[in-house]
């Protein structure tokens, strides 16, 4: 059995040691938020914060997590309250079909804590997700709105 933190909560999950933990998260503990895109952690959809950082959890066992910190898109709001990645997120119309957009979201929050100030340079070199729907102007203006809040 692991025990992980997740969104500030210790939650047990008996599993192989080697599953990876976006399929943890999905089925064994319910939070369908994070999703499946590639498998290969090339496409960013399944993408938590690991201690802060964006991870695309589709290719960390959950063996090696540990007792790190893992936020998930579940574990951003307060209260039902959107936090201000979300709600510029909104306000941009940044959403098309809306897949990538858990991925992308715990992305730019990684980013954010790193450089509350990005460049669009910054954010280029940040946003490594992939958006079929090419929502990548949108995600830029969000994150900068984000950024000012």
Same mark, same amino acid.
């Given at each position: 059995?692991?025990?992980?933190?997740?969104?500030?909560?210790?939650?047990?999950?008996?599993?192989?040691?080697?599953?990876?933990?976006?399929?943890?998260?999905?089925?064994?503990?319910?939070?369908?938020?994070?999703?499946?895109?590639?498998?290969?952690? =090339? @496409? $960013?959809? *399944?993408?938590?914060?690991?201690?802060?950082? +964006? !991870?695309?959890?589709?290719?960390?066992?959950? #063996?090696?997590?540990?007792?790190?910190?893992?936020?998930?898109?579940?574990?951003?709001?307060?209260?039902?309250?959107?936090?201000?990645?979300?709600?510029?997120?909104?306000?941009?119309?940044?959403? =098309? @079909? $809306?897949? *990538?957009?858990?991925?992308?979201?715990?992305? +730019? !929050?990684?980013?954010?804590?790193?450089?509350? #100030?990005?460049?669009?340079?910054?954010?280029?070199?940040?946003?490594?997700?992939?958006?079929?729907?090419?929502?990548?102007?949108?995600?830029?203006?969000?994150?900068?709105?984000?950024?000012?809040?």
């Amino acid at each position: 059995m692991a025990v992980l933190n997740i969104n500030g909560k210790s939650v047990n999950a008996t599993v192989d040691p080697r599953t990876p933990l976006l399929w943890v998260l999905r089925d064994t503990l319910g939070m369908t938020g994070t999703k499946y895109g590639c498998g290969i952690a =090339q @496409c $960013g959809a *399944c993408t938590v914060l690991i201690d802060g950082m +964006a !991870t695309r959890s589709c290719q960390v066992a959950i #063996n090696s997590v540990g007792n790190r910190k893992i936020t998930t898109i579940e574990g951003l709001s307060v209260d039902g309250k959107l936090n201000k990645i979300q709600a510029a997120w909104v306000e941009h119309d940044v959403p =098309q @079909c $809306g897949y *990538c957009q858990s991925g992308m979201i715990m992305a +730019a !929050t990684a980013l954010l804590a790193a450089k509350p #100030n990005p460049t669009d340079a910054d954010i280029d070199a940040a946003m490594t997700n992939i958006c079929r729907c090419g929502t990548y102007q949108q995600v830029r203006e969000a994150i900068h709105t984000a950024a000012k809040a």
